[in-house]
């Protein structure tokens, strides 16, 4: 299953807020209620990326443990597996940061967010 573009998304997020009844097109409103969406996008697509990577990195540990048992090199594997996960490192910082700054924006994430976290 794959997350919709962050365009979409964000597209998305505009038509909605512009068919709302309470909308406000003042620029301060706007702005924040667009950042408010593509952090939302951003935040999607991380969490993807963060879900994909735990599976790759799950791949990589049986792939080292075969290698292992059969008694073969697994130092290029073990090389493979560092990379995936300084990478999944980053992806959940990134996932750190964008809650954080959701928080800022929208007082309503930042109740969700301390069940996010657990």
């Not at 009844?21 to 209620?33: C, M």
């Not at 300084?86 to 959701?102: C, E, F, G, P």
Request: proline content about 4%.
């Amino acid at each position: 299953m794959h997350a919709a573009p962050a365009e979409l998304q964000v597209t998305y997020a505009y038509e909605h807020m512009r068919c709302s009844p309470d909308f406000d097109p003042s620029p301060n409103t706007y702005a924040r209620r667009m950042d408010e969406a593509l952090i939302r996008a951003r935040l999607a697509q991380v969490e993807w990326h963060i879900s994909v990577g735990e599976r790759a990195i799950a791949r990589q540990r049986d792939i080292i443990a075969k290698l292992r048992s059969g008694g073969l090199m697994s130092a290029n594997a073990e090389g493979i597996l560092r990379v995936l996960e300084q990478t999944q490192a980053a992806h959940i910082a990134d996932r750190d940061m964008l809650l954080k700054r959701l928080c800022v924006t929208s007082p309503l994430a930042s109740t969700l967010s301390v069940f996010l976290s657990r």
